[in-house]
């Protein structure tokens, strides 16, 4: 049996394609993590205060607010979760601003679940 990578752990994500966000769900929990999910900025914000992610995957372009300004709320906050930001914005400007605000890792979509997976693993350290 395969071991479960990230066994409660808590992970937000957060994406306004359904299918995108049960995709990433489903892969999430097969290793073990707890997950909630926001469809929206605003949502994403109120998760960040009740759930307390340890690991928050976070589209860029999100109604109500955006991906990068949820990112920069979070690295206000004290001890925040590492943030991988999931995105179909190829632009190096976006890449860039992400990287100031203090993103642990930029995936452009489509992402193969494993890699992002992958990423999540290696940025909590397990």
């Given at each position: ?34 997950t ?9 914000m109120?998760?960040?205060?009740t ?36 995105t ?39």
């Amino acid at each position: 049996m395969q071991t479960r990578r990230l066994e409660g752990r808590r992970v937000l994500i957060v994406d306004d394609d359904p299918d995108i966000r049960s995709s990433m769900e489903l892969a999430f929990r097969g290793e073990g993590a707890a997950t909630s999910t926001a469809g929206d900025g605003a949502l994403a914000m109120r998760a960040l205060q009740t759930e307390a992610p340890e690991l928050v995957i976070l589209d860029m372009m999100l109604p109500q607010r955006s991906g990068l300004i949820v990112l920069e709320t979070i690295q206000k906050g004290e001890n925040p979760p590492p943030v991988i930001m999931v995105t179909a914005n190829q632009g190096r400007r976006h890449m860039a601003y992400a990287e100031s605000l203090g993103v642990s890792a930029y995936l452009v979509k489509p992402v193969p679940l494993q890699r992002l997976v992958e990423t999540a693993v290696r940025l909590l350290g397990e």
